[in-house]
């Protein structure tokens, strides 16, 4: 592939269409008798004039220039990029999920609500909470959300507590949430295990502590083993825990937030629950709160009558309001059903166990090539540095792109930001021996090639439809839209 | 049990385990102390096999009254367009949905490429400078954008009318209260916004008005006008819209507005019980380091070949942390193609078809409306796809609207819900799927449930 991928734009030619629509049945009336022309457009929007086969090949053309799960091992850490289930799918297009209207009367979804209340209770019971909102689109609006009912549980007890606490390994979105939600954030530096300094949290607890957010196990695939003292630490000090479930897919029915000490824990459906990241989203971010925190929920949540129906219930005089139009991402809801469904209770813990095996087995088997920044037992993910390739003149980048001319995505890299030259692999639980087997290979292939001949490294890669791309430029004179029209 | 997405065999797991140096699978758990150790089985749903999962899933899905079944005449933000077949086949391409975001642009193109396309698209119905790459929807959006304004103008103050979504409402209302902003609420004339006092409330404090247009009844906002009045403060226009409108009302940026946001559902997206949509986000060139998301940007790779990367990331989450312009991380990118195949099907002259057929319907059912002995328009303002019947003083739209469901529609939308002043006036909202059959044999049922 020599040439640019055409712009669906550059390959209009006047008068191509690619619908069909009905002739218009009802008497037609001028545009103008019915809307003033200071309303109307002076000069219809430039889009292209394609017809259907230039629709579909350009688009299955894009599709080849990308790399899903589907595609292959895929093991980036953090994003628990496990196998999208195709019954999924399926069944979130039924016409009875797909093609049903939020404000249809609630005696004609009790379908759609009688799940949404089954899927509260299990991710209530998943997570040892007492209630759960379905609202959240995303793990980082579920952190938001989280933290508004922190902030009204203090206020309602006229506290002024305006510092919410993160460790220097939490993702860049617990600091961004605290913000958006008007705390102050404080970052505490994690020890040398790569645990939560309990001497540093200590000496920042206060009465001023709003919150501690934390993902346990943290971003460096290390459980919290001192997460009782931790939670003691901070509710002594009037403040509440947050759980970052970003990597839950690690504890499924070996132990929950609840049982840890946490007060409101957000769970991501695109990471543990197997929907798809469709490239970016949607996703959905369910958040369960402890008894403490109910009367702040926002409004409204799925509730059942004594006659076994169900109803949305608004009735929340103390909610912090609403944080999503409608009542969450529904289609995503629907397909995480259908996984725990698929699973049960016994298969999701097998998921975590299958999940924690494997991570714990490629750190074993990479050990000797690649400095692994916390040996010992690790949960589903685990980080190594290349910083000793940096000899060479290499970089964890450049690992990163060579994987790609071998069919593989790359693990996460530079994240989290205490681990120099970072790389942070999460294989999950749907990935085969041989598959980890043949990464691994690949991985010691590659660490042989950076000593050996690390120009190899550097220009790489070498098989895809593009090479390096200049991200400097991208940013400095940004190139956001094609200018069509 | 064996279970089919899972691989590891029991021989698996021993050699793994030996590798590992260890005996159990009870030792990978070592760090976590007994004392939070789950026990027992969580008392969640059972699994179930292939069959029997397909057959409950069908069965909860027909307890639900859908567009297939039922003819349906409700809007108020979701809407049932006809979704051209292609865009299916599309985003079940597995190469798209099954993709984490394209941080590793050479083997991204495909989607890259896509939210550029997108981006050109919103860009070019806005007529704004700058679109990102999504958001969660329409109704988040219109937060963002507030957030957006304040921080732009330093000002604490947000005015929003009352013509605005109720839902989009409510949510700047709680992300006003984690912000510290004001909002102020305009009123409602002849369904839209009150102009006068609209002028009477903005101030040099104002960061921006926020309007709908089309707005929650349906109604065309005079864009021109409000924003003349908030420039004059040196404040921000916020526009929120239904993007198909864009097919043949007048671009929102070329009428003023800074911010131009909305929910891109009526563009193929499946209404699902009102999510995922996908809500889009465009401004000037001059707020383009502040919006909120992802953005993709055109480049060239080391040969010279155009290519895509994510962009101007110094505004996200993952760079700056708490000092981000927002703590937005994903977007709806599949949802965004959605959108883009919906216009790539349309095209320059369907998305105006599809527009008009959406007028001329609407009208025809509102003329109807107006023949009608014991019903009324409830507004005179010029209007889109949707509008507002005021109901006789007795009538009970909640009755109206069950006796309506069992006669197979889904009815408007009861205004009483969010406006107290509109008990008995209801929604609705007529597209290009309804027909004159449709049409006429809804206002025959709606005169008879009276």
Redesign the interface.
Known sequence: MSQNQALIFELSQPGRVAYALPECDVPEVNLSEMIPSSFLRTEPAALPEVYEVDVIRHYTALSRRNFGIDNGFYPLGSCTMKYNPKINEDVARFAGFAKIHPYQPEASIQGALGLMYTLQQDIAALTGMDQVTLQPAAGAHGEWTGLMMIRAYHESRGEVRTKVIVPDTSHGTNPASATVAGFETITIPSNDRGHVDLEALRSVVGQDTAALMLTNPNTLGLFEEQIVEIARIVHEAGGLLYYDGANSNAIMGITRPGDMGFDVVHLNLHKTMSTPHGGGGPGAGPVGVKAILTPFLPKPIVAKREDGSYYLDDNIPQSIGRVKAYYGNFGILVRAYTYIRTYGPEGLRQVSEYAVLNANYMMHRLAPYYEISYPGVCKHEFVMSGKSFKQYGIRTLDIAKRLLDFGYHPPTIYFPLNVEECIMIEPTETESKETLDAFIDTMILIAEEAATNPELLLNAPYDTVVRRLDETQAARKPVLNCSCG | ?K?R????TPQ??A???Q????DS?E???????T????QG????????D?IS??R???????????????T?F?G???Y?H?V?V?I???I???????????Y????????L?????F???I???TGMA??N??M?????ALAEAG?LAASATRRKQLIVSRAV?P??R??L???A????LDIIEIDVQNGVTDLEHLESMISPDTAAVLIQSPNFFGC?EDI?TIGDMIHAHKGLLVVSSNPLS??????PGKLGADVVIG?AQPFGI?????????GYFAVTEAL?RKMPG??????????G?????L????R?????????T??????????A?CA??Y????????????A??N???A??AANAIRHSERLAIANTS?F?NEFVIKLPEEAKV?QI??QL?AAGY?SG?DLGLAYPELQGHLLVAVT?RR??DE?DQFVTRLEACL
Not at chain 2, 35 to 38: A, V
Request: charged letters at 20%.
């Open positions: 049990m279970h997405y899972l691989p590891m698996d797991q050699d793994m385990l590798v590992i140096g260890m699978m030792q990978l758990f070592q760090d976590i102390p004392e939070i150790r789950y089985t969580l008392p969640i749903s059972e699994a179930l292939e999962l397909l409950h899933m069908k069965q909860l899905s027909d307890q639900n009254a859908d567009f297939d079944r039922y349906s409700l108020a933000g979701i049932d006809h051209p292609v299916n086949h599309v079940s391409r597995s190469e798209f949905y099954t993709a984490y975001t394209p590793q642009p050479e083997i991204s193109q495909g989607e490429q896509a939210i550029f396309e981006q050109s698209y860009c070019e119905l700058v679109a790459a999504s969660y929807d329409g109704a988040t957030s979504h839902e989009a409510q949510i209302q709680t992300s209260r984690g912000l510290n065309i021109r864009l097919g043949v009302l007048e671009s929910d499946a209404a699902s019980l009102g999510g995922p949509t996908c383009m992802r953005i993709v940007g055109q480049t060239l790779d080391r040969d070949k155009r290519g895509f990367v962009t101007l990331q110094a996200e989450q993952h760079i700056r942390r708490e000092k981000a927002s703590n937005i991380c994903s977007n709806q990118a599949l949802l193609l883009s195949v216009l790539s099907t349309m095209g320059k002259q369907g998305i105006q078809d599809v008009r057929l007028i001329q319907k009208h025809y010029p889109f909640t609207n069950e469901l889904l939308y290009e027909t004159k049409i």
